[in-house]
């Protein structure tokens, strides 16, 4: 195999030296940066020798070699076209540079919300499974088993900001872990628990400013506000604290200044926006029913990755009690995921990842709309089945007493 003619012809069918920016390549796939896009041939560069694949994605020109071919070719490559070289980290900056502001914000909430899936859909199997097992009665509720499994299946909803707090503050440039420190403060025991508030809470005298003591359990919102307000001050931090003290004061000040700006400001802020969007939808469902489905289905992305439940879905249309809302939507955000998922194990499908997401989303859509609306309709056909033996069977009962 000719190494220096495989980079010789890969040169023009991507556009001259003068569209290509940067270059850098990972274990199988040379990435590249440049100029402009459309002068790329990708259909000469696959029928190269070595090739297994060309694609774009995210802002990158990026060609499939394989592990140890990619060396050698971008070794000859670089030497060829006098291209600088770059780390992969920079090559993603520049890359991401490219894109729109509507196509950063995907990114960016892809990045910090897809490694979270495998937790939530977990947690969501195993709701389901809970909720069989309580419909027809398979085990005591009072059993070790009932509660453990009860236990499993709300843990990842319990500490989602902790988890939300690793992967933002990861992708907004600041310390994972003090992320997830700031995840821990919200969801912080000595708060009532987000899903006790109807039983009251207590509130605290902060130099005249009342603080209601309430955790932020299951909420996304929030979190994010917080860890992205925490890695601009963390950056911010490190430019002005001398190098001897930056490992001492700067996790000090970083967290103990955003605890306060989260618990203060935005968290309660945080609460609001998502409760808007919540009553916003619920007044629109009363209003007008046919155009709330047209705002619920087309806004269905943003309400599961912005973790804005199906509860509204299965408590408002289906008049249930916001289970299968949850379980549903923990099933719908992995099915959507799952062609970028596959796209990112097997290269070769990267291409069609798009248009096959854009496919089970609209499957989607309708799935998630429905679960809740016909789960909840059986519930209370259950229920009311549930209601009449018991009452059938109550006078019988009593001739033994």
Known sequence: MNISAIAKDLVPLLGGKENIVSAAHCATRLRLVLADDSKVNKAAIDKLEGVKGCFSNAGQIQVIFGTGLVNKVYAEFVTLTGTGTASKAELTDMATAKLNVAQRLARTLSNIFVPIIPAI?????????????????????????????????????????????????????????????LGGILTHPALTNAWGVAGGFKTMDFFGLDVAMIGYQGTVFPVLLAVWFMSHLEKQLRKRIPDALDLILTPFLTVIITGFVALLFIGPAGRVLGDGISFGLSALYEQAGWLAGLVFGGTY????????????????????????????????????????????????????????TALVAASVIVTAILVPIITALYAKRFNKNLVANETVSTPADSLHH
């Open 121 to 181: 859909v977990a947690s969501g199997l195993l709701m389901g499974l809970l909720g069989m097992v309580r419909t027809y009665g398979w085990v005591n509720a009072d059993s070790a088993l009932f509660v453990m499994l009860d236990m499993f299946s709300s843990a990842a909803f319990i500490i989602l900001p902790i988890l939300i707090g690793f992967t933002a503050a990861r992708e907004f440039g600041g310390n994972p872990y003090l992320g997830a420190t």
């Open 301 to 356: 992305s943003l309400i599961v990755i912005t973790g804005i439940p199906l509860i509204i879905a299965d408590r408002v249309i289906g008049g249930g009690n916001g289970t299968a809302g949850v379980a549903a939507s923990s099933a719908a955000g992995a099915a959507v995921a799952n062609p970028v998922i596959i796209a990112q194990i097997n290269p070769a499908f990267e291409p069609v990842a798009a248009s096959a």
